[in-house]
């Protein structure tokens, strides 16, 4: 009888396909460091300072002091992101879990910042101390969000985008406030490896070493987890204690890597999802291989990116640089990832519907408004202490960036309401699905290359930035049917990788890159009379349109099935509602930045105040987030006397504390 022989020819594919990867990962890396090394000698050059170090040889002394500790710190930062990432992905069973995306990194930033700022230079604290209490001080914030969801995966990457968006709100803010101290924050934040000496190899290896000996350490525990907790709880182990314990030697890692070269994203994400691929299903295997694809990641493109920097006094920060490499894996990996979809709060089925007055609503908030800008018109802040004011001249001062600010914050609520009931997604806008950061880097990039003169220039270059990327929202969206969750991290991805571009273009060094920050921020006070007339007639036009097509708005909101089974097609419905949203947010984009939560909150404070319906909630909507941007336009002026805030940023200060305490409800 013939015996059947099996085999397993899978697994052997994916070892000869991660040594194939490994093999071209490192040859890769051979011919970049030819081309790469000092005074182009290429390897020849490394191997003598490395083995025939000479003190008095002026390329040996280069390589030794900028090159190699280069090299080195972007080995053992790749490393460390990925073991990060692993770590907190097994932990939490979440598969699109890293520093990044939980909001780590960017409290890891702001305990930096404050750090420089309130700490006494003559303390010699170590960086990576109020780092690593940013850090845990954000992803508590995070815990605490999403522990009201059970911990879904999709709720706390919701949390940590809402988290890491209002810190690095207050990271610019405090930035503007103390620009001389921070002055290379803004670079630094983009991820920067450039060196001097060994000091930062000497600080992160044990930093890194010993955290990752204390997790393979743990390894029996922590595998227990994957069981699920009932199991490991049978087993012996204490899941609190042991994931509270793993999850802080992640942050500490992450708070080390952060302190010494600033935020590397998607490094976390994109490592352990490849080692996962090559088939590592042990803990051991799993941290070690990320550690390791980290480390090639990351050293590849630092390699890439050091032969067009400097070019003309530019630095291309490498975090920025992996952003824009990983955003693209980010999108590939939500295709193939299923999510639990747990958007609404357990609590939402209770809630009691009653109607509201929509016309004495709006009327009432009409008034509010009307006296909102009278005062912001007329009371201010002068040297000589507070004063209400009516004279003309200073009437004529205050008045543009007053009717700017209103009429933005009107056209990002029109915009915000409509993504929303597009999308059937609550925690959609046009700032987290990307649209105000195409725009954004379409006006810097015309800024940077010289194109974009006047406004009709720059309305051109924004429109075709925000529709680029409406485009890419719609093209990929409609291959999961506009599943929420989906859609929702589709963006994120894009808004990250945007962002990334973003950064680079400011670090060019061009003179007209660092003048954008100012706007980047939402500013107002740089407006003009032509901008309150092209405000003012493109957000009356496309507002007037969005209340004509109520009745598509009402209905895509319920289905695509209800809505295609009552005559609409949909998809020419989404199509058009969705140029609607990016004509709005480049209008607004173009005039007072892109950084703004009006999108995300107006629509949410609307239905707070009973407005589900789609035209009592646009109306509601569009008044409200005028009446934000009236106040932080007002405050961002006033309340720092002479130091004047841009609104935008304001607003989202304002607009992020409101959607903290929302989440957590």
Known sequence: MNTLKIHNPPQQRINFTAAALFAAALVSIVGLLEITAPYTQGIPLIWDTLFHYDPANYQHLITHLTYLPRLSVAIICGFALAVAGCVMQFVLRNPIASPTTLGVAAGAELGMVLGILLIPANMAIPNFIPAFIGGCLATGLVFALSSSRGFSPLHMVLSGMIVSLFLGSLNTMLLMLHEQQLTSIFVWGAGVLNQNDWLSTQMLIPLVTLPTLLLLFLQRPLSALQFGDNVATSLGVNIKQIKLLCLSLAIFITAAVVSEVGLIGFVGIVAPAIARMLGARTLVKQILLSGLIGSLILLTVD???????????????????????????????????????????????????????????????????????????????????????????????????????????????????????????????????????????????????????????????????????????????????????????????????????????????????????????????????????????????????????????????????????????????????????????????????????????????????????????????????????????????????????????????????????????
């Open 303 to 665: 390699l890439l990116i050091q032969p067009f920097s400097g070019v003309g006094g530019e630095l291309l920060p490498t975090g920025a640089m992996t952003a824009l490499i990983g955003a693209p894996f980010l999108l590939w990996l939500l295709q193939r990832t299923k999510l639990q979809a747990d958007l609404k709060a357990r609590s939402e089925h209770v809630e009691h519907y009653r109607h509201v007055d929509t016309v004495k609503l709006v009327t009432a908030m009409v008034v509010v408004l009307i006296l909102v800008t009278l005062f912001a018109l007329t009371v201010g802040k002068t040297p000589l202490g507070w004063e209400l004011n009516v004279n003309r001249s200073v009437f004529d001062l205050r008045a543009p960036r007053v009717l700017v600010a209103l009429l933005a914050g009107v056209g990002l609520a029109f915009a915000g309401t409509l993504i929303q009931r597009i999308s059937n997604n609550p925690m959609a806008s046009p700032e987290v699905l990307g649209i105000s950061s195409g725009a954004a880097l379409a006006l810097a990039l015309g800024t940077v290359l010289g194109i974009t003169v006047g406004r009709e220039q720059q309305m051109l270059i924004g429109t075709v930035g925000a529709l680029s990327v409406t485009a890419l929202v719609w093209l990929i969206g409609r291959k999961h049917n506009f599943a929420p969750a989906q859609t929702l991290l589709t963006g994120i991805a894009l808004s990250a990788g945007l962002d990334a571009l973003l950064r680079i273009a400011m670090s060019s060094g061009h003179d007209n890159a660092t003048t954008l920050l100012t706007w980047l921020s939402g500013s107002t006070y740089l407006v003009a009379g032509q901008d309150i007339l092209i405000l003012a007639v493109g957000v009356t036009l496309t507002g007037a349109i969005a209340l004509s097509l109520n009745r598509w708005v009402e209905l895509i909101g319920i289905g695509e099935v209800t809505a295609n089974s009552l005559g609409m097609d949909s998809t020419v419905v989404r199509l058009v509602l969705l140029l609607l949203v990016a004509a709005l947010t480049t209008l607004c984009t173009i005039v007072i930045g892109p950084l703004s939560f009006i999108g995300l909150l107006a629509p949410h404070m609307a239905r707070s105040l009973r407005q589900y319906r789609a035209v009592p909630q646009m109306l509601t909507a569009a008044v409200l987030g005028a009446i934000i941007m009236v106040i932080a336009d007002w405050i961002g002026r006033t309340l720092w006397f002479p130091w004047q805030f841009p609104a935008g940023l304001l607003a989202s200060l304002i607009g992020g504390g409101y959607f903290l305490y929302l989440m957590r409800r």
